[in-house]
Structure formats: structure tokens, C-alpha cells
């Protein structure tokens, strides 16, 4: 994992110039994934009672959701909106040449 600032100059290390930037929010991962998410483990505890893979697989799913209610702070998800800025300036010099 890498900071956001890390990230930028990655992208544009690469070419990319960054247009914008987001991190999801912490109630995105709790509505739309971890409840879910616990409600299906819910639903499968007896049924891990007689599969270990099945109860191996809730144990790892509920060590995450523990790791992100302690740090959802600390880490998240950034969604960058990049374009290649050898093709803006590409575009740009073939415009405007004579």
C-alpha cells in the first residue's frame, strides 16, 4: 500500500496526469459490503459446522471486517481518474500546428 501522494507521482511517472481523485467513504464499505457480508456469515454458521473450508473461509472474513472497523481509518480504497498525458499533448501539438 502506497499514499495518495505515492500514487500521483506513480501515475505520472508513467505518463498519466491525474484529472481527479476519491476515497471511499467508510459507510460505502459497511451498507454495500461488510453488512452483507455478515448477514451471509450469519446464515452459514451452522453449515461451517460440518465444512472446514467453510469455517476457515468465515474465520479469514471476520478477521478483515474486525482489521477494518479497528483501522478504516488508516486505509482505504482511492479511485483516480488518469489520462494519458502523452496523448493530450500529442493532440494538443497536432492541433495547433500550422
Known sequence: MRS????LQAAESLGYACL???????????????????????RLKEEANQDDYLRSAIAD??????LFRR???????????????????AHIAARDAP
Open 4 to 7: 495518495i501522494a505515492d500514487n
Open 20 to 42: 481527479d481523485y476519491f476515497s471511499l467513504p467508510p459507510s460505502c464499505w459497511w451498507d454495500e459490503y461488510y453488512t452483507p457480508w455478515l448477514r451471509n456469515i450469519e
Open 61 to 66: 472474513a471476520l478477521d478483515e471486517i474486525d
Open 71 to 89: 483501522f478504516a481509518t488508516e486505509y482505504g480504497y482511492v479511485f483516480y481518474l488518469l489520462q494519458n498525458s502523452k496523448f493530450a499533448i
